[in-house]
């Protein structure tokens, strides 16, 4: 089975400029998480998708973040424009459907804004 | 809202020794909690969780966690561990719906020879 693909894997970028990153899901998984994890400290829910509807964003900077999840399998997750604070690691994980809280995570994208 | 505090941000130990990773949670409702593993150069794996039932977990490579409601806490424990141990070890509490996640700041494990 294959794992939660992202890309890139990392990404530099200056301030002020726009980024996208790319996640794929485990197959048949309803769920999808985008998580930021900043250098020390733990991952932070940024959005989390059932199928292809929103059930929090709650922590989504939304004057500059955005998420979407068409079709209700890939998602991507975009900063426009970005900030030096937003470098991070992107993380994105997917759930089965009866996964009772169970979290399969990517990789993750290192993104470093100058 | 709810929160996870992992008292130590760096646990050093010797190899074959027993470990135990400290976590405790803040929340007015009732919660899930989970222990999640991340391996150097690699993506965070799930190590147990306390949905219901026992309040004593086993996850797998003989890890442990038992939930205390009274003191809030989901402490990790190992009874002896190995050089192949070392990760970082994130503790983290969920709603009731799983709707919402929220992770401590991870503690890191430095097993020695």
């Known amino acids: 089975e294959a794992g939660v693909a992202q890309s890139p894997r990392y990404k530099i970028i200056e301030k002020r400029q726009s980024v996208a990153f790319w996640c794929n899901p485990i197959?048949?998984?309803?769920?999808l998480y985008w998580y930021q994890q900043i250098l020390g400290q733990g991952p932070k829910l940024l959005i989390q998708f059932q199928n292809n509807g929103v059930v929090d964003d709650s922590q989504l900077p939304k004057d500059r973040f955005s998420a979407e999840r068409l079709k209700g399998v890939d998602s991507t997750l975009k900063i426009q424009p970005a900030k030096l604070e937003d470098s991070a690691v992107y993380l994105c994980?997917?759930?089965?459907?009866?996964?009772?809280?169970?979290?399969?995570f990517g990789p993750g994208t290192r993104l470093t804004v100058t | 809202a709810q929160s996870v505090t992992q008292l130590d941000s760096q646990v050093p130990v010797f190899e074959e020794a027993p470990v135990e990773l400290r976590c405790n949670y803040s929340?007015?409702?009732?919660?899930?909690l989970f222990w999640y593993v991340q391996y150097p150069n690699q993506g965070l794996q799930l190590l147990l969780k306390?949905?219901?039932?026992?309040?004593l977990v086993k996850g797998i490579n003989g890890f442990e966690a038992e939930f205390n409601k009274s003191q809030t806490s989901f402490h990790l424990r190992k009874p002896s561990v190995h050089i192949s141990d070392t990760a970082e070890y994130f503790c983290?509490?969920?709603?009731?719906?799983?709707?919402?996640?929220?992770f401590g700041s991870g503690t890191k494990l430095n097993v020695k020879p």
């Open positions: 306390y949905l219901s039932g026992s309040t």
């Open positions: 929340s007015s409702v009732s919660v899930y």
């Open positions: 994980a997917s759930s089965p459907p009866a996964g009772r809280g169970e979290q399969y």
């Open positions: 197959s048949g998984h309803a769920t």
């Open positions: 983290a509490v969920s709603s009731y719906n799983f709707n919402k996640f929220y």
